[in-house]
């Protein structure tokens, strides 16, 4: 897409406009689309490249994980570990504006870049029609944060999608005004006491309702694992910008960085592109992690674009950790 180019605005009912809105999403591409919360900046969920796309467009200096959004209950079961209280949850709000935060399910085919590398994902199903009609036409998850450049304001108009998104995205869904204007409520059950993670559109008083009682996140404490000094701890220790890996250490590359010798190497990027880097980031580590290596080194990634994130999510990654 030419950079400079605005992205067109459709109308959602616009005969085959939410179908090309799911081709798109099928090919990689961004779409903004409506919900009943804010407007979502959606890419497939199961497909890394098109989630460092959309960090990119996002303009986010670190990766924070996403909401991804499903069809139906039924289906959020292949992505995520229900408990009872999940259950009764997306029994009492779903579809709508909650958003449970949930242990992945194993063999979870989400990408790992959009829970930002965490053991947890978020998910919601949403009832804004148009939103329900593209992922039942798309029928693929749709990973999606608010439609504003990081640090903006979210968007409750397809009209007040910003300039510096409409250069990056491919198409935006115009559903009309969204209906609750505020966020999602977000709800964490991976612990033995839900917590409510962020404040939304649903009042805590309906969730405790049904629930019982919500936890603050402890004081000190920000609201999103995303943005905890060390979360994903991967069992290795990461020793950051290596030249060169030594014997026994698996090696990270990037670019033209070789590995002579390592036995368990993989490449970011041969070409140096950090969107093809930040897409494989999660996947890679991890493939090295479970090498058995006591030490992964990592090549030095430039700061520039998407390399701020990346080496963001590095430097935590080797953080020190709590013995907890
Ligand atoms: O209403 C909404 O929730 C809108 C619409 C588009 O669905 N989306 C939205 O997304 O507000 P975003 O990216 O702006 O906010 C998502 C929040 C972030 O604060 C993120 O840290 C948190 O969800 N989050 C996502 N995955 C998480 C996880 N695994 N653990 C904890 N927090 C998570
Ligand atoms: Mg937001």
């Known amino acids: 897409m030419d950079t400079e180019t605005l992205c067109p605005i459709r109308m959602a009912d616009e005969p085959g406009a939410i179908a090309s809105a799911a081709d798109i999403l099928h090919g990689g591409g961004l779409v903004v689309f409506p919900t009943e919360t804010v407007y979502g900046l959606g890419a497939e969920a199961t497909n890394d490249r098109a989630i460092a796309r959309l960090f990119a467009a996002k303009g986010r200096p670190r990766f924070n994980p996403l909401i991804v959004h499903v069809a139906d209950a039924r289906e959020t079961e292949q992505y995520a570990v229900f408990d009872h209280r999940a259950r009764r949850l997306a029994e009492r709000f779903w579809p709508g504006a909650l958003t449970l935060v949930l242990p992945r399910a194993p063999n979870c085919s989400i990408s790992r870049l959009a829970s930002a590398g965490l053991a947890t994902i978020a998910v919601r199903v949403p009832s804004h029609p148009i939103a329900a009609q593209l992922l039942g036409i798309a029928k693929r998850p749709i990973a999606a944060p608010s439609a504003n450049p990081s640090g903006a304001l979210s968007a409750t108009h397809a009209s007040d999608i910003a300039r510096a998104l409409r250069v990056k995205v491919d198409l935006i869904l115009d559903g009309g005004p969204s209906r609750l204007g505020l966020e999602s409520t977000i709800v964490g059950l991976t612990g033995t006491t839900p917590t409510l993670l962020r404040p939304g559109a649903i009042a805590r008083e309906e969730i405790e309702a049904a629930i019982g009682m919500l936890a603050d996140p402890e004081t000190g404490t920000v609201s999103a694992p995303g943005q905890l000094a060390s979360h994903y701890a991967p069992r290795a220790h990461l020793r950051l910008n290596a030249k060169k890996p030594a014997p026994d250490e698996a090696f990270l590359a990037f670019g033209s960085a070789r590995a002579a010798g390592a036995v368990h190497y993989a490449?970011?990027?041969?070409?140096?592109?950090?969107?093809?880097?930040?897409?494989?980031?999660f996947a890679m580590l991890h493939a090295l992690d479970d090498s058995g290596?006591?030490?992964i080194a990592v090549a030095p990634i430039p700061e520039t674009g998407l390399g701020e994130a990346i080496n963001d999510r590095l430097r935590r990654a080797a953080a020190p950790r709590n013995a907890s």
């Open 293 to 295: 290596a006591p030490t």
């Open 267 to 281: 490449n970011l990027s041969e070409s140096g592109d950090l969107v093809e880097a930040a897409a494989n980031l």
